[in-house]
């Protein structure tokens, strides 16, 4: 009962592996550009209310980055209680609770931030990506297809929706 979790965990690691490899010149990685470009979502934002969740979103990032996935939650968990419909917030929770392994939450949180991005394909692409990743790692193959087609519907140059339907298409 135990090793379970722990080769899912070893497989979402490997996926996350291969996906971070090195791109060739002028083939930009989505999830690179997304998370590049939240600095500039920061900067353009003019509501005060959504700025506010936003600062409260990159102190999570924050707490992330030094593996503190815990604190993260909270951080994100106060972005949404401050902005419900703030996409960054739940994206950006999903993937505290996938470095938690909390796998089911995390699908939970990046359909919700799939909802809430309207106009920014790039991440509602890559949030699709990442739940089809995670869906892969449990076996939910037709359902981990169906996200990665529905990136590619909305943003049809991830590379990295691609890779998944090859990879579920070789079993």
Not at 68 to 90: G, H, M, V, W
Request: charged share 25%.
């Amino acid at each position: 009962m135990f090793i379970r979790p722990l080769k899912y965990a070893f497989i979402l690691s490997l996926i996350l592996i291969v996906a971070c490899k090195p791109k060739a010149p002028g083939t930009a990685d989505p999830l690179v550009t997304t998370v590049n470009s939240f600095d500039k979502v920061i900067h353009e934002e003019k509501d005060t209310k959504r700025l506010a969740s936003l600062r409260i979103v990159e102190a999570g990032r924050k707490e992330l980055q030094n593996l503190r996935f815990e604190r993260a939650a909270q951080e994100f968990t106060k972005a949404i209680e401050l902005d419900s419909q703030n996409p960054y917030a739940y994206y950006f929770f999903a993937e505290a609770r996938t470095k938690s392994q909390r796998f089911l939450e995390a699908i939970d949180l990046y359909d919700q931030s799939v909802g809430y991005f309207t106009t920014e394909s790039t991440w509602k692409s890559q949030a699709l990506t990442l739940k089809g990743e995670i869906q892969e790692s449990l076996k939910n193959y037709a359902q981990a297809k169906q996200s990665f087609d529905q990136a590619l519907k909305v943003y049809s140059k991830n590379n990295r929706a691609k890779q998944g339907i090859a990879r579920l298409s070789k079993d």
